[in-house]
């Protein structure tokens, strides 16, 4: 079992910088692939970002790869999302996953932390 916490959500302005961060305990990090998927009001969770043990990286498509980094610390058991350039429509729960293949699909992974809220005014 793993449990993953996530931390670093707020309120932000627009054009600005946050960093997300994804705590697991029970068992090391270093052992899943992992990804940041995120859900707006009224609409499904979408994919943002996945990096998998090896430390290569998949970012959805659109704005997203130039503004986003996903990063992972296995010595930390932490995974990050660190966001530049916030729009409003990044507005959303931003969740950590952990599966063993990286994907888009939420159902391909295992282990699921409870969400972040960002909100981006502008």
């Known amino acids: 079992q793993v449990q993953l916490v996530e931390s670093g959500g707020g309120l932000v302005q627009a054009g600005g910088s946050l960093t997300l961060s994804c705590a697991a305990s029970?068992?090391?990090?270093?052992?899943?692939?992992m990804a940041w998927f995120r859900q707006a009001p009224g609409k499904e969770r979408e994919f943002v970002a996945g990096?998998?043990?090896?430390?290569?990286?998949?970012y959805s498509g659109g704005s997203v790869k130039d503004r986003f980094t996903i990063s992972r610390d296995n010595a930390k058991n932490t995974v990050y999302l660190q966001m530049n350039s916030l729009k409003p429509e990044d507005t959303a729960v931003y969740y950590c996953?952990?599966?063993?293949?990286?994907?888009?699909?939420?159902?391909?992974?295992?282990?699921w932390g409870q969400g972040t809220q960002v909100t981006v005014s502008s």
């Open positions: 029970g068992r090391t990090l270093s052992m899943y692939d």
């Open positions: 990096i998998r043990r090896n430390g290569g990286r998949t």
């Open positions: 996953a952990a599966g063993r293949l990286t994907s888009p699909k939420d159902d391909e992974y295992d282990y």
